[in-house]
């Protein structure tokens, strides 16, 4: 039996325009699936998403959903996602695309031990972390 860990993203509303750009950043297959898909009957959250699932090629999934009704969503600092590898071009493609309409922390740059790295807020108010490794020589 395999187990995985991945992140799950909760929004207010806006879980399908999220998860549809997060296809567009990193590739993959998308399912979603309504509240009123399993039963939900207030035409208000019909159409908002219950469960999503983004799973792409290399194996990575996000998951995410919009607010149950009558639930307050509450950001904080408290989670990142991390991006992080060797694969240059490919981090470096994802970190531009998720800093369109949000907010660079940290600028993606050479850092003390070596490595690239950046932090960002995509417009989502997701927050990221890319980290590309130098190559060992």
Not at 7 to 13: E, I, M, Q
Request: proline share 5%; with cysteine; aromatic share 10%.
């Amino acid at each position: 039996m395999t187990a995985q860990l991945n992140p799950y993203l909760t929004f207010a509303g806006d879980a399908r325009e999220a998860m549809e750009f997060y296809r567009r950043v990193f590739g993959g297959d998308l399912t979603l699936t309504t509240f009123g898909e399993f039963g939900t009957q207030d035409p208000a959250y019909a159409d908002q998403i219950m469960h999503g699932l983004l799973r792409t090629a290399a194996g990575h999934v996000l998951m995410a959903s919009d607010l149950p009704p009558g639930e307050e969503l509450r950001r904080g600092n408290d989670h990142t996602v991390c991006l992080s590898g060797d694969d240059a071009d490919e981090l470096r493609s994802w970190w531009e695309q998720l800093c369109v309409g949000g907010t660079v922390g940290v600028p993606l740059e050479k850092q003390m031990w070596g490595d690239e790295y950046g932090q960002c807020e995509d417009r989502f108010g997701t927050p990221w972390m890319v980290n590309i490794t130098t190559p060992s020589t």
